[in-house]
């Protein structure tokens, strides 16, 4: 009989929380196997678990997404889909999900080579999109996403099996201090939280609007704060950060009157595809993270998204 390979990232078992030492690469291939950015950019990723690349792309460009995500917020046929979400209480849409596939333009950008190669370099490998969404704070209303491993759900809830993804933020509006911008612990990517807590069934319902299950202990959390301390990622519009799956981030309330806005992909390995979900838990649905049709992405040549 064949015993089961132990799982070096259990979480949400049964047992407290706890902090796992990183077992898997930050960058894997020597960051060798694409060219998206220079060496010492690949080393700060190493280092600090994301990069921040400002003004990445053109204010026409950028004009061009914003214009294509308000579109969809507002699209009856898509606010109606499972893959519009609402803020808690509320009727304003959160997240849309799955958008490189309800949007050509928003497809386009995925397969765009100064997104893709930066992961393809980052990962050593071809990748595929693990996840796509448009998160929308509203002014006055939007609320507030809390700390968390976005690899601990992928990897309890999804069955991702290592830490070789990558999420890709565009900012489509400017991200300011007040207006509930990402916020991240550098470093943490190199500690894996164990979590506390059995995850019910049909978690992504109400963890997509509001996240209760696979956060952080509050322990662990200054632990990692007082370590690396936080990271407010603040800047342009047209500006980019790529961040580790296992990096902690969360970010604040938005009770300005400045919207914000952006375009998310997960970029994930095609030598990471997912497994069963942990726990005996059942698949998240397609939009949510992608298990059942995938094909590598073949990055495009830049172009002005705002040509045609």
Same mark, same amino acid.
């Given at each position: 009989m064949i015993t089961p390979a132990k799982d070096i990232y259990a979480s949400r078992a049964d047992r407290g929380a706890a902090i796992i030492a990183r077992q898997d690469p930050v960058v894997y291939a020597g960051g060798s196997?694409?060219?998206?950015?220079?060496?010492?950019?690949?080393?700060?990723?190493?280092?600090?678990?994301?990069?921040?690349?400002?003004?990445?792309?053109?204010?026409?460009?950028?004009?061009?997404?914003?214009?294509?995500?308000?579109?969809?917020?507002?699209?009856?046929?898509?606010?109606?889909r499972d893959e519009a979400i609402r803020e808690p209480g509320s009727d304003l849409v959160r997240s849309i999900f799955k958008v490189h596939e309800l949007s050509p333009v928003l497809q386009r950008l995925s397969r765009d080579a100064r997104l893709a190669n930066i992961a393809r370099q980052i990962l050593?490998?071809?990748?595929?999109?693990?996840?796509?969404?448009? $998160? #929308?704070?509203? *002014?006055?209303? /939007?609320?507030?996403?809390? &700390?968390?491993?976005?690899?601990?759900?992928?990897?309890?809830?999804?069955?991702?099996?290592?830490?070789?993804?990558?999420?890709?933020?565009?900012?489509?509006?400017?991200?300011?201090?007040?207006?509930?911008?990402?916020?991240v612990v550098p470093g943490s990517h190199r500690q894996f939280i164990s979590c506390i807590g059995e995850t019910?069934?049909?978690?992504?319902?109400?963890?997509?609007?509001?996240?209760?299950?696979?956060?952080?202990?509050?322990?662990?959390?200054?632990?990692?704060?007082?370590?690396?301390?936080?990271?407010?990622?603040?800047g342009k519009a047209?500006?980019?950060?790529?961040?580790?799956? $296992? #990096?902690?981030? *969360?970010?604040? /309330?938005?009770?300005?009157? &400045?919207?914000?806005?952006?375009?998310?992909?997960?970029?994930?390995?095609?030598?990471?595809?997912?497994e069963p979900p942990k726990h005996g838990l059942a698949p998240r649905p397609e939009f949510v993270a992608t298990r059942e049709r995938f094909e590598a992405i073949k990055p495009l040549e830049p172009t002005q998204l705002g040509s045609r």
């Open positions: 196997y694409a060219e998206g950015t220079s060496a010492e950019n690949i080393a700060a990723f190493d280092r600090d678990g994301f990069l921040f690349l400002e003004n990445l792309l053109s204010e026409k460009e950028t004009a061009v997404l914003l214009a294509e995500v308000e579109r969809l917020a507002k699209d009856p046929a898509i606010r109606h050593g490998s071809d990748v595929y999109i693990h996840q796509s969404r448009a $998160n #929308l704070k509203p *002014g006055f209303h /939007g609320k507030e996403f809390y &700390w968390h491993s976005d690899f601990e759900t992928w990897h309890v809830e999804d069955g991702m099996p290592a830490m070789r993804a990558i999420s890709c933020s565009v900012l489509l509006t400017d991200n300011v201090a007040e207006n509930g911008p990402l916020m019910p069934d049909n978690h992504y319902q109400e963890s997509l609007r509001k996240q209760e299950y696979g956060v952080p202990d509050p322990v662990s959390l200054q632990i990692l704060v007082e370590q690396g301390g936080i990271r407010s990622i603040t047209g500006s980019v950060v790529f961040f580790d799956c $296992n #990096l902690m981030h *969360g970010s604040n /309330g938005n009770i300005t009157p &400045w919207p914000r806005a952006n375009v998310f992909m997960v970029y994930n390995s095609m030598d990471n595809t997912l």
